[in-house]
């Protein structure tokens, strides 16, 4: 398995953690491999689509994102983060 140790967090990419503003409400997603899923940690695949609206942006970066029904919703990129060490143990298993 991919260990994503030593990812940079200039920008979304998987091995990051994505902190985005939804109508001033923070979400989180970490952006792990394509078979990745746990919800109690926020991590999702990178094939998401999610995933794939995020990729690539920065902090400040406008974006759409989908709510639980599929319509899209404004969001804003708040900050990129490195992996916690909590999410680098559950990688590891």
């Known amino acids: 398995p991919t260990l994503f140790e030593n990812v940079d967090a200039d920008e979304v990419r998987p091995g990051t953690v994505a902190v985005v503003s939804v109508d001033g409400v923070e ?4 952006i792990l491999g394509e078979w ?3 919800p109690s940690l926020n991590v999702i695949s990178s094939k998401t689509k999610i995933a794939a609206n995020l ?3 920065k902090a400040g970066d406008a974006v759409e994102l989908a709510d639980a029904e599929g319509k899209a919703i404004a969001a804003t990129v708040v900050r990129v983060e490195a992996l916690s060490d909590e999410l680098k143990a559950w990688i590891k298993g």
Request: no cysteine; proline share 0%; hydrophobic share 20%.
């Open 36 to 38: 990745d899923n746990e």
């Open 27 to 30: 979400k989180t997603y970490a």
């Open 55 to 57: 990729l690539g942006r």
